[in-house]
């Protein structure tokens, strides 16, 4: 066991429990606080980038994924009223990577997997029913105090807290981390349904640009063969979320992007408000963030969990070397500037970028992006540079070169 140091993880999402695993294979005692009585199960993040999945292969998660995942090496950018602009394949890079596609799979089922592993390690603990309340430090240990739905409440030493509880972090305001941003005006709606839209042409991954309504498209396993998919859609500041997500709403939007002739069997849906905020710091003393309790992002690009993931990764090898007594606690400091520099740079700009050329509603605009796309397609390093930033292998990189 290392050097007796312990490591509090608030949080039993995927970048908590990651980095509790990655904790616990280093040999750190863990202990995982986490709200819910259990995981949770809602339908949110599904693609994976090749970065992260060679990330979760060390611990074998990444095999047992492709056991039910769906492999997308090829994804497109489309107009809704020209129809394909251009298409990706992702083979091209297959000298960057070991897993040269995006990979689709729920969530809501990688979370569970992570959690199996996790609980072989006799030194690793997950409390669930234990939100985090209040922390305090001093000078050599961390001091958590949770409290249970009934009232309990508990208390929790360490000597490191890592800060994963998600969007609405109590440990980031703990540290006066206030997130800084906007929030966009638009809220989005997905649409799951059972219709096969390969038939019509569609890549397992596609973006619709259109200045009325835009659209993006992910084919995902579901329960079983043949899956599921999801299209996402923007709603406007002026429609609530129960008429976004009345009946009539979701037929008309559906039926506007592709026309069916029947109703569409819709299997799920949910609507859910977009933020572009990265945390001021995110490391004060004994605490560090990680995941969406640092940084929020629009989905478009399926930044979000995957800035996540590398931010795990990051962390807990830094973490790992000052429990083993190889690095000091400065090594956090490089941490924040490696991952809050991605961040800004890359998951903000490019998720802000691909946000407004779907949206792009000028005629000149939306023929510039057109032609810039058809450019890029038409150059091999122009491709291939837009790859290695689409699947966030220059982002890992650019954070690996930051001192
Ligand atoms: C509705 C929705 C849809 C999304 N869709 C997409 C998508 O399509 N594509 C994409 O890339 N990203 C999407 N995202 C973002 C993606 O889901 C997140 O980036 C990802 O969940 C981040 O993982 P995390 O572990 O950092 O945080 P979370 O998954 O939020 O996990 C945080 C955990 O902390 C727990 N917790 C919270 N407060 C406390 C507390 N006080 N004490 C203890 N535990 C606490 C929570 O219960 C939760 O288990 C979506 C997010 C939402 C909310």
Redesign the pocket.
């Known amino acids: 066991m290392a050097a007796g140091q312990r490591v509090i993880v ?7 429990l990651l980095s509790a695993l990655a904790l616990a294979n280093q040999d750190i005692p863990v202990t995982v ?4 009585p259990a995981l ?1 199960h ?1 339908l ?4 994976y980038h090749p970065p992260s999945l060679e990330i979760m292969a060390q611990y074998g998660v990444t095999d047992e994924m492709h056991e039910t995942a769906i492999k997308v090496p090829r994804w497109q950018m489309r107009d809704r009223k020209l129809g394909l602009i251009v298409e990706w394949d992702l083979t091209e890079i297959a000298d960057l990577t070991p897993y040269p596609y995006r990979l689709h799979f729920e ?1 809501h089922k990688l979370t569970p997997l992570l959690y199996a592993r996790l609980m072989r390690f006799p030194h690793a603990e997950v409390k669930f029913s ?4 209040n922390v305090v430090q001093t000078a050599d240990k961390v001091i958590v105090t949770t409290q249970s739905p009934d009232g309990q409440p508990g208390r929790f030493e360490a000597d490191w807290l890592v800060g ?7 440990v980031r305001r703990s540290i006066d981390a206030e997130l800084e941003g906007f929030t966009w005006p638009e809220r989005f709606v ?1 649409i799951g349904t059972s219709v096969d839209l390969s038939l019509r042409g569609y890549a397992f991954n596609a973006y619709v640009a259109d200045p009325d309504e835009w659209c993006a498209l992910f084919k995902m396993p579901g329960e079983r063969p043949p899956g599921f998919w999801r299209v996402l859609f923007p709603v406007p500041p002026d429609e609530s979320d129960e008429v976004a997500l009345s009946p009539e709403n979701v037929e008309r939007r559906m039926q506007g992007f592709e026309t069916l002739g029947e109703r569409y069997p819709v299997v799920s849906k ?1 609507i ?1 408000r977009v933020h572009q905020r990265v945390a001021r710091k995110f490391r004060v003393g004994r605490v560090v963030l ?4 640092a940084h929020l992002n629009n ?1 478009l690009g ?5 800035g ?1 993931i590398q931010d795990s990764a990051n962390l807990t090898d830094k973490l790992g070397r000052i429990c083993r007594g190889e690095g000091d606690a400065a090594l956090l400091d490089l941490y924040e500037r490696q991952r809050r520099t991605v961040n800004l740079e890359f998951v903000q700009e490019y998720s802000i970028r691909n946000f407004k050329r779907l949206a792009a509603k000028s005629p000149a605009e939306r023929q510039a992006n057109i032609d810039e796309l058809r450019r890029t397609d038409a150059n091999s390093e122009a491709r291939r540079q837009f790859m290695r930033v689409s699947t966030m292998i220059a982002s890992v990189q650019r954070a690996n070169a930051i001192q």
């Open positions: 608030a949080g039993a999402g995927p970048v908590g606080l986490e709200a819910e949770t809602d949110r993040a599904g693609t969530q234990h939100a985090v309340t994963a509880d998600g969007g609405r972090s109590v997905v949910i859910y990680a995941g969406d309790a989905p399926a930044f979000g969990l995957n996540g």
